[in-house]
T-cell receptor, first 117, second 111 residues
Framework: GAGVSQSPSNKVTEKGKDVELRCDPI?????LYWYRQSLGQGLEFLIY????????KSGLPSDRFSAERTGGSVSTLTIQRTQQEDSAVYLC???????????????FGPGTRLTVL | AQRVTQPEKLLSVFKGAPVELKCNYS??????LFWYVQYSRQRLQLLLR??SRESIKGFTADLNKGETSFHLKKPFAQEEDSAMYYC?????????????FGTGTRLKVLA
């Protein structure tokens, strides 16, 4: 694939419903990152994966948020019982490797805009 | 605390004027520093990284370890430079890898 892809591009949901956001990283990239981009809040780190494991989950805002990655490729970010404050653009990025100035340049997807009514 | 600080949320300059976007960091190890840019309706993308000592689209950034700064500069701003700019660092301390972004600065270049 040419780059990181994310689906859906837009998601509107009602408060209290669960949502799943998908990320397809660049083939061969072992590291995958999730961020949240809110107006006035900049880029908020959520979680990153090295392969299928997530060594750093410190950015997840609450236990309603979870993420998994299977086969060292596709990742899913799940938000349970969505709240209005979850409304944001969720960005996914991948890098060849974490660590190292060349290898860990991040390539971003187009994002998923989540709106919770 | 490990953090990246971009003190200006919005910076407006006139076309042809010099521009400097400030970035300061706090990190216990030796981080790698990056600038990312997001143009309107486009993806966030790497602009430059300190290790390469490169100039991209006329922008340069010098890592000042004494002042823990990595300010982004361009001598003559162009309208097409209008975008959101994020400073970021990556590094590993105590076996934990971190990639930290600043809150971003929106640059508006006025005609």
């Amino acid at each position: 694939g040419a780059g990181v892809s994310q689906s859906p591009s837009n998601k509107v949901t009602e408060k209290g419903k669960d949502v799943e956001l998908r990320c397809d990283p660049i083939s061969g990239h072992t590291a995958l990152y999730w961020y949240r981009q809110s107006l006035g809040q900049g880029l908020e780190f959520l979680i990153y994966f090295q392969g299928n494991s997530a060594p750093d989950k410190s950015g997840l805002p609450s236990d309603r948020f979870s993420a998994e990655r299977t086969g060292g490729s596709v990742s899913t970010l799940t938000i349970q019982r969505t709240q209005q404050e979850d409304s944001a653009v969720y960005l996914c990025a991948s890098s060849l490797l974490p660590g190292g100035p060349i290898a860990d340049t991040q390539y971003f997807g187009p994002g998923t805009r989540l709106t919770v009514l | 605390a490990q953090r990246v600080t971009q003190p200006e949320k919005l910076l407006s300059v006139f076309k042809g004027a010099p521009v400097e976007l400030k970035c300061n960091y706090s990190y216990s190890g030796s981080p790698e520093l990056f600038w990312y840019v997001q143009y309107s309706r486009q993806r966030l993308q790497l602009l430059l990284r300190h290790i390469s000592r490169e100039s991209i689209k006329g922008f340069t950034a010098d890592l000042n370890k004494g002042e823990t700064s990595f300010h982004l500069k361009k001598p003559f701003a162009q309208e097409e430079d209008s975008a959101m700019y994020y400073c970021a660092l990556s590094g590993s301390t105590s076996g934990t890898y971190k990639y930290i972004f600043g809150t971003g600065t929106r640059l508006k270049v006025l005609a």
